[in-house]
């Protein structure tokens, strides 16, 4: 029996030194696994810091992107307006140069007219012998009294009742026989 129980004994050192080496294993594995487990969950935790950073500046991107959007819609908003009050003054500017340019073309048309008429009315050299024809008469003439026979009554005037004028009116005086020899004309 003690051999059976040497025997026995021997087995089961071998079997429970077998067991044994195998727990080992199975420690030493178990062991490994959870270093593995560690750096995966220190390397899940960075991936989660760095996500959580790279969404911070996702949403910051994001604002800054939408600032200057508005911005971007403000400046073409403003360079529209910019560019519709340029329209409209160049509009105004050329509407207002051709209503002058128009104005210029009718006046010049006028003028024209004008020219023309004067042209074909008496000739200036005419007018002025006989302008200068009356002057010699009027002082030639004696200082008679000088009446005109109208249905109206025009006063009677003689050169020498003109009265002297303060010098603030001088300007205004005009000798009234000349001035009833142009109305004849």
């Known amino acids: 029996m003690d051999h059976i129980s040497k025997d026995n004994l021997h087995y089961l050192n071998k079997k429970l030194t077998k067991e044994n080496q195998s727990l080992s294993l199975l420690v030493y594995s178990l062991q490994r696994q959870l270093q593995n487990a560690a750096v995966q969950i220190n390397y899940v935790q960075q991936l989660e810091q760095n996500l959580e950073l790279l969404q911070f500046e996702l949403i910051q991107l994001k604002k800054d992107n939408q600032l200057y959007k508005n911005n971007y ?35 010049s048309k006028q003028t024209r007219k004008f020219q023309l008429i004067i042209k074909q009315s008496s000739p ?62």
């Open 124 to 185: 200036k050299g005419l007018t002025k012998k006989i302008y200068d024809n009356l002057i010699q008469k009027l002082q030639s003439t004696e200082e008679k009294p000088f009446q005109i026979k109208h249905k109206r009554r025009i006063p009677i005037f003689k050169a020498n009742k003109v009265k002297q004028l303060p010098n603030s009116q001088k300007s205004l005086v005009s000798i009234p026989i000349i001035s009833s020899i142009s109305s004849i004309k």
């Open 73 to 107: 819609l403000q400046v073409t908003i403003s360079d529209q307006k910019k560019q519709k009050i340029r329209k409209e003054i160049q509009i105004k500017q050329v509407n207002s140069f051709e209503v002058q340019t128009s104005k210029l073309m009718d006046l």
